[in-house]
């Protein structure tokens, strides 16, 4: 049996043991991976994180030196074939911890294998938000363009998300059950990431040309 590994990235800005939406749907996410993964005969293994409970500082190195935290969580990052990326929506935009990571990801571009691929060549991206008010495609554009920029590929149909009324209180991880069309575009997203992920490792991209 094959196996595909999986790293979810959770940027809540709320640290353990906090209730949080984004780690809710993240987790979700891997539960989908899993499920998935029986029915095409693939073990699926992976984790949450929330970077928040790791000391990961600002900068657009691979390692800010002083104990900077991101060092570890890229090392499980590079171990992973699929990275899903969990962020609530403020004002509008992806959590700052969520641009923090885009940031700490722009590193990638320069890391390169022998055959001059960024080390992220070949693992998957999915991208899942949550929040109270309107902006889950702007927000899943963004992140989709930046990490396809540091090399990760995107599924058909790779994100899921789940927006409450404006002005309202209720978050995602209030609900008793999950709402049937994230649910299910949890599922949808889940799928076609791991059966991208296994084409990828049986069929790695070639390096740059020249």
Not at 40 to 58: C, L
Not at 69 to 95: C, E, F, S, Y
Not at 121 to 131: I, Q
């Given at each position: ?47 949450v994180v ?133 649910d299910g ?26």
């Amino acid at each position: 049996m094959s196996s595909i590994s999986v790293l979810v990235l959770s940027c809540s800005l709320k640290p353990t043991p906090a209730p949080s939406s984004s780690v809710l749907l993240g987790t979700q996410v891997l539960d989908a991976l899993r499920e998935s993964g029986e029915s095409q005969g693939v073990e699926v293994t992976g984790e949450v994180v929330r970077v928040v409970d790791h000391d990961v500082r600002f900068g657009v190195t691979t390692d800010e030196g002083g104990g900077d935290g991101w060092p570890p969580l890229r090392d499980k990052m590079l171990r992973a074939d699929i990275l899903v990326l969990a962020t609530p929506i403020w004002m509008g935009q992806p959590a700052s911890v969520c641009k923090m990571v885009l940031e700490r990801l722009d590193a990638e571009v320069s890391e390169t294998d022998e055959q001059g691929r960024m080390l992220t060549y070949g693992k998957v991206a999915v991208v899942a938000v949550v929040g109270n008010e309107d902006g889950a495609h702007h927000t899943t554009a963004e992140l989709f363009q930046s990490l396809n920029d540091v090399g990760f590929t995107v599924a058909a149909s790779g994100s899921t998300y789940w927006v409450g009324e404006a002005m309202q209180a209720v978050d995602y991880n209030d609900h008793e059950t999950t709402p049937e069309k994230t649910d299910g575009t949890t599922k949808t997203a889940a799928g076609t990431a791991l059966h991208l992920a296994r084409l990828l490792q049986d069929h790695p991209y070639p390096g740059p040309p020249g």
